[in-house]
């Protein structure tokens, strides 16, 4: 049985890129700004101040609230400044400035080891949002907060997410083939806090050798209820929807009806996230460093890195032999945010760098009603619509159209023949909905 969705399509993923290059530590700066806001819920509140000493793993950033993920210093040093600076989301974010003092002086506490069965549930929970564990794969929710669900929701299944749909990107991949024991302990962690039974580590038909990595490591692990799935290769196969259709047949409800995994009795979380659990759990490691993948016509020599948090792209840019680009994305070509500076600093959701010479195969024209993006659309919208729409500004047309219900995931743009920014008209609505309804629930 072929396990898939309705919708996407197959492209050609250029992974063999970098998927088979061996992992490269990227050179640590001088300066590291390490933005106080990198996850979805509440910024941080910065807990130094400026000529504060700080130590690696050293909290410098509070959480505000329960939806939220604290910040570390990913090396020691002094502090410079905190102040605004150049983040990923086009703006300045508030940002502690470490000055780098080469050392890697160990913060009290951090690195040391626990065996996680001798860990209540509750300590397990603890240490995972002490250490500011965010979802890896881009999404960047706080992971204590999925590990938390209601009484009234139990779950039955744990999926592990390692489809890596995004063309280009290789560094789930290198994680599950050379660190499958902390990616599998890690979900297994997972699996027992939330009381589930069953775990599904899950990848896609392009990428058999590191499911074949990961069964060898389960059996030689002898984890009960555990299983791989193989998944077709296509986009968006990792959409969290998408995956839990493909290989559970089960439907989230829409974002609409505030439909999440756990209303279907399920918890997904990527295999990076499933790492940094386990270095926070086993090791007491916070959320300090990450794989991320610098790839693109503009770069000579691509690969995979493991860069601290807070490293200016620039850094890595430069280490693969970086031309100056036309374009710079943070993530991959399809759901990737253009940068507008190379040196916002590598954050926690930032899975990879594209730098391409090229960006614009033309103009956008008019719609020639072609239903392409009808078809490929995997959350079931008419996206020619909610171009329209969002292009005449009729924000109630495109609310009845659904708008919230889309994933961005970038598809319909894709296929266009008329070039039509789809996905960023799109994002272009749903913000002036967010205005209009904050302003209604204000009033
Ligand atoms: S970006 Fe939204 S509208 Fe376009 S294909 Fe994806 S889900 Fe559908
Ligand atoms: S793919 Fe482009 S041209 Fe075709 S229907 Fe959709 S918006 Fe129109």
């Known amino acids: 049985m072929v396990l898939t ?4 399509f197959h492209v050609h993923d250029g ?40 130590r690696m793993g050293q909290p410098v950033g509070e959480a505000r609230g329960f939806v939220s993920a604290p910040v570390h210093s990913p090396v020691s040093g002094i502090v410079k400044d905190v102040k605004a600076a150049p983040h990923s989301s086009g703006g300045r974010v508030l940002s502690v400035l470490i000055e780098n003092d080469g050392e890697d002086t160990l913060y009290p506490g951090v690195g040391e080891r626990a065996d996680p069965k001798d860990l209540s549930r509750e300590e397990i929970i603890d240490r995972v949002k002490n250490a500011g564990i965010v979802g890896l794969g881009g999404a960047t929710f706080p992971a204590h907060v999925k590990l938390s669900p209601p009484k009234d929701k139990p779950i039955d299944t744990i999926v592990i997410n390692g489809a890596e749909c995004e063309p280009l990107l290789t560094c789930d991949y290198r994680l599950m083939m050379d660190s499958p024991e902390s990616v599998i302990l890690g979900a297994d962690i997972v699996r027992r806090v939330t009381g589930a039974k069953r775990l599904i580590l899950a990848t896609e038909d392009n990428k058999r050798d590191a499911a074949a990595v990961l069964e060898k490591k389960v059996a030689e692990l002898g984890l009960a209820d555990t299983s791989v799935a193989v998944a ?14 493909a290989l559970l047949n089960r439907e989230v409800p ?12 399920v918890i997904v979380q990527n295999v990076g996230t499933c790492h940094a ?4 759990v086993a090791k007491n490691m916070p959320l300090i460093e990450r794989l991320v993948t610098v790839v693109g016509t503009a770069v000579e020599n ?3 890195y493991t860069a601290r948090i807070g490293t200016p792209c620039s850094v890595l840019l430069e280490d693969a032999g970086w031309e100056r680009a036309t ?8 759901m990737g945010m253009a940068v507008y500076t190379p040196e916002v600093p590598v954050a926690k959701g930032t899975s990879g760098l594209l730098a391409e010479r090229i960006v614009s195969d033309g103009d956008p024209r008019d719609c020639i009603r072609c239903a392409s993006c009808v078809e490929v659309c995997p959350a079931r919208l008419t996206p020619l619509d909610l171009s329209v729409a969002s292009e005449s500004q009729n924000w109630e047309i495109a609310e009845e159209y659904h708008v919230d219900d889309c994933i961005e995931c970038g598809c319909c743009s894709y296929v266009c023949p008329s070039n039509r920014p789809i996905v960023q008209q799109i994002r272009h609505a749903k913000a002036a909905l967010r205005k209009i309804r904050s302003a209604g629930s204000a009033g």
């Open 232 to 245: 077709k290769t296509k986009y968006p196969q990792g959409g969290e929807k998408q995956l839990i259709k």
């Open 302 to 304: 691509p690969g995979n």
């Open 277 to 280: 659990i386990y270095e926070a």
């Open 254 to 265: 829409t974002p609409r009806k505030r439909g999440l995994p756990m209303d279907v009795g």
């Open 15 to 54: 992974k063999e890129l970098t998927k088979d290059k061996e992992l490269r530590t990227a050179p640590v700066p001088e300066l590291l700004v390490v933005p106080l806001s990198q996850h979805i819920g509440a910024p941080c509140q910065a807990s130094v101040k400026k000529k504060d000493e700080v």
């Open 327 to 334: 374009a710079l994305l943070m993530g991959g070509p399809m």
């Open 5 to 8: 969705f309705k919708g996407g």
